[in-house]
């Protein structure tokens, strides 16, 4: 039996795998914070509720969801931070939107992974 030492590995990595090393940090991490604000089943609901009218006035969904206000915030903000909703102060209310150029996004990068 023979014992060979090697001497020196490649530092290149096979199979195409530097490519991977070598994406886009910022977009992975954009990526993983969209997709940890659409990890929650109450900002699914308030994300689909939104979507379903176009546009919904913060005061509109605190009812609906029988949640307090401070917490349909902090939702709304995760999901806005996240770029999935748009928001726009009218008066003493918040209307929102649902960004679609972002949430298309997330299914694209989800069909990058597949």
């Known amino acids: 039996m023979t014992t060979e030492t090697i001497s020196a590995i490649s530092q290149e990595p096979c199979c195409g795998i530097a490519e991977?090393?070598?994406?886009?940090?910022?977009?992975?991490?954009?990526?993983?914070?969209?997709?940890?604000?659409l990890s929650d089943p109450t900002r699914l609901r308030i994300l689909r509720a939104i979507s379903q009218m176009?546009?919904?006035?913060?005061?509109?969904i605190v009812p609906t969801f029988n949640l307090s206000q401070p917490t349909i915030s902090?939702?709304?903000k995760v999901l806005r931070e996240a770029?999935?909703?748009?928001?726009?102060?009218?008066?003493?209310?918040?209307?929102h939107r649902v960004n679609q150029k972002a949430?298309?996004?997330a299914v694209r990068d989800l069909t990058e992974v597949g």
């Open 20 to 37: 991977l090393k070598r994406e886009n940090t910022e977009h992975l991490q954009h990526s993983a914070a969209v997709f940890k604000a």
């Open 54 to 60: 176009s546009e919904l006035c913060e005061c509109n």
């Open 74 to 76: 902090y939702h709304i």
């Open 83 to 95: 770029g999935l909703v748009r928001s726009e102060r009218r008066g003493q209310w918040v209307w």
């Open 103 to 105: 949430l298309l996004g």
